[in-house]
DNA sequence: ATTTCATGTAATATCATAAGTTACATGAAA
DNA sequence: TTTCATGTAACTTATGATATTACATGAAAT
């Protein structure tokens, strides 16, 4: 099963922002997340329409947060990204005529709708702003965001 | 995000086996699940190497099962299938060097295994014969699998 | 002005995987 | 020895996330 990792994405560069002091550009967003400027652009693009960040073109320009994180759950996220499949199986038939079937999706359906209960409320519970402060947590003392323009991937934030 | 429907069709043709007083062949058993006999063998290959069904060739040959279904619960068949994934989102990265998307990981990644937690605990809760008591139930009195080799789809069973 | 840099977005290609199909071998009963 | 059924490998199809290409738009630097 090919998981999407779209929220895990954006959460990523969320908080990469979010210690950036200026506009950070889709291309060095993309290297952190290690994919395709475009594909940033497509996905940060869905939560400005929501007006969960900003984006500004041309010298100087780029992404923005406009939210205080500490306002911003990943269940917000979750549901910016037009809330995507949780469950990875489904029922083969999703209103079957046939009377066995219908009472093994009950079944199942129940199991998948507590399922994902517990996921959103999870979600609900963690801010945006909790998870910047756990990072802040595992860095060195007055480590601070030196250069936005870092090369390979998350730069200084990398382990290695 | 494509889902895995074999949970679903295995208990599902597993109950129609249950129902029967005799071997069903695959190409019965597909005609209900919609699908093709070879699908059948397939999923039903594994459940017979741990001993849930058994199979005969040849005329009068077919599938049976092979445990009472009191003893059998969802979660034993879910493990069959070799524990299909449960959870259709997933990290960009197991193993991040940035220490921001480690801090992403952890979080969602607890959610995760609490919804996948809850999914199993269901699962264990329920055996295939309180969902064959559950479709009993919604059927008419005395109303026996007459002719395991009905045409269209689950034949009597239908709602049609 | 015009060059450079950045977003905006449509169109297309790639990749992974569940599901479906074909083909043929094996074995049991009529 | 024919028919019926499973056993299984190999291949094809369908789907959806992700990646890429191409080009338009707009803002700042020169």
Redesign the interface.
Known sequence: ?????R???V??IL??MS?ADGPVTSDALSR????NPVVVRRILSGLRKQGFVVSEKGHGGGWRLARDLRTVT?HDIYVALDR??????????ESP????????????D???Q???A??LA??RE?TLAE??E??RQ??PDHHLYRDKEQIH??GE????
Request: charged share 20%.
């Open positions: 099963m090919k998981r999407d990792s929220l895990s994405g959460l990523h908080l990469h210690r952190m997340m290690q994919t990943l995507p499949a949780i469950i990875a199986m489904g029922n083969r038939s005529d046939c009377l066995v079937e219908q009472a093994v999706n009950t079944a199942m129940q199991a998948f507590d399922a994902e517990v996921l999870r979600f963690v998870l910047s756990d990072v595992h860095l991937g998350c934030y990398d382990d290695v």
